[in-house]
């Protein structure tokens, strides 16, 4: 069992940056593909950001792409979003999930087993 617990979310203007962290407690962190979803209201969870168990492989939606950096720490069980010209529409609840699937075709909600509570990003003036 993976234990996922997600920080670092709040209010920021548009332009501003925001990182994410996310906390994993419980055994092997580094044998978890790991990733962020976010939703926003009235709409689905959609896929963020991934990155690979080594940390050497990422893969970003086409809306962050450029913007957002994915990272993670093994040794510190963490694993990040870094946020940076932040617009209104990504205000949403942001989730970073962890599974066993493989690859950058790991973007479905029902490919990762373990999931945060979430965290809220307000973009706004």
């Known amino acids: 069992q993976v234990q996922l617990v997600e920080s670092g979310g709040g209010l920021v203007q548009p332009g501003g940056s925001l990182r994410l962290s996310c906390a994993a407690s419980?055994?092997?962190?580094?044998?978890?593909?790991m990733g962020w979803f976010r939703q926003a209201p009235g709409k689905e969870r959609e896929f963020v950001s991934l990155?690979?168990?080594?940390?050497?492989?990422?893969f970003y939606a086409d809306s962050v792409k450029g913007r957002f950096t994915i990272s993670r720490d093994n040794a510190k069980n963490t694993v990040y979003l870094q946020m940076n010209s932040l617009k209104p529409e990504d205000t949403a609840v942001y989730y970073c999930?962890?599974?066993?699937?493989?690859?950058?075709?790991?973007?479905?909600?029902?490919?990762?087993?373990?999931w945060g509570q979430g965290t809220q990003v307000t973009v706004s003036s």
């Open positions: 990155i690979s168990r080594s940390g050497q492989g990422t």
């Open positions: 419980g055994r092997s962190f580094s044998s978890y593909l």
């Open positions: 999930a962890g599974g066993t699937c493989s690859g950058y075709g790991c973007i479905k909600r029902d490919q990762y087993d373990y």
